[in-house]
């Protein structure tokens, strides 16, 4: 859904353990997602994305997942380690001819060491 | 590829005063977004390109924002008179014509006094 920067959700998290990030999308015709990191005084970076044709997808330590049903979509991140410190947003393509991306609040990660 | 280039990426201004933002996108993506960031408001969508033309200004806050795209390896973001509300990071993105996936440049940290 489109961003409102207004409150935060963080998750704190052991170093080496893994990561589950939570987004909630808004609009059912939603065909692509993508994951973004984004540490301080940095833009965000993509990280990984998934269509929607598919409900899982993996990369070099994450994992999207999409459960369409109810428009959920999750990042899990394996042994998270110090480096993965940030604020992750997800955001969503809409299905109507337009490219721009909808971006969700974003979700704090702190790794404790 | 270095990526997309914004300069300058720190800016700070009195209140009046004219800035103008730079960036370059990625060679060969086909789309250009300007986006605003802010605590409060979090990432906003402002205006976007497609080949070089403007396709939805509507996220332009006001007739003192403007935004060109000469060619497509530059554009600029022109804030004319300048206010203090205007502080924020603005961050330059385009848009992989394959992938649909956008990149982000490092943002311009603009603070008007």
């Known amino acids: 859904g489109e961003s409102v920067g207004l409150h935060l959700p963080t998750l704190s998290v052991q170093e080496g353990d893994n990561s589950i990030i939570n987004c909630a999308y808004s609009?059912?015709?939603?065909?692509?997602f993508i994951w973004y990191k984004q540490e301080s005084g940095k833009g965000p970076q993509f990280i990984i994305d998934?269509?929607?044709?598919?409900d899982k997808r993996q990369g070099q330590r994450v994992t999207v997942l999409l459960n369409k049903t109810v428009k959920h979509l999750s990042l899990q991140i394996a042994a998270t380690q110090p480096g993965d410190s940030a604020v992750y947003f997800c955001?969503?393509?809409?299905?109507?001819?337009?490219?721009?991306?909808?971006f969700g609040t974003g979700t704090r990660l702190t790794v404790i060491p | 590829d270095a990526g997309v280039i914004q300069s300058p990426r720190h800016e700070v201004t009195e209140m009046g005063q004219e800035v103008t933002l730079r960036c370059k996108p990625i060679?060969?993506?086909?789309?250009l977004f300007w986006y605003r960031q802010t605590m409060m408001r979090g990432l906003e969508l402002l205006i976007y390109?497609?080949?070089?033309?403007?396709?939805?200004d509507s996220g332009m806050p006001e007739d003192r924002f403007s935004a060109k795209m000469p060619n497509a390896s530059f554009s600029t973001l022109k804030i004319q008179p300048s206010e203090p509300r205007d502080s924020a990071v603005y961050f330059c993105?385009?848009?992989?014509?394959?992938?649909?996936?956008?990149?982000f440049g490092p943002g311009t940290r603009l603070t008007v006094l």
């Open positions: 993105a385009s848009r992989d014509v394959t992938t649909g996936a956008h990149y």
């Open positions: 609009n059912s015709a939603s065909d692509y």
């Open positions: 998934i269509r929607s044709n598919m």
């Open positions: 955001a969503e393509n809409i299905r109507d001819g337009a490219n721009n991306l909808f």
């Open positions: 060679s060969g993506h086909d789309y």
């Open positions: 390109f497609n080949n070089n033309v403007p396709i939805d």
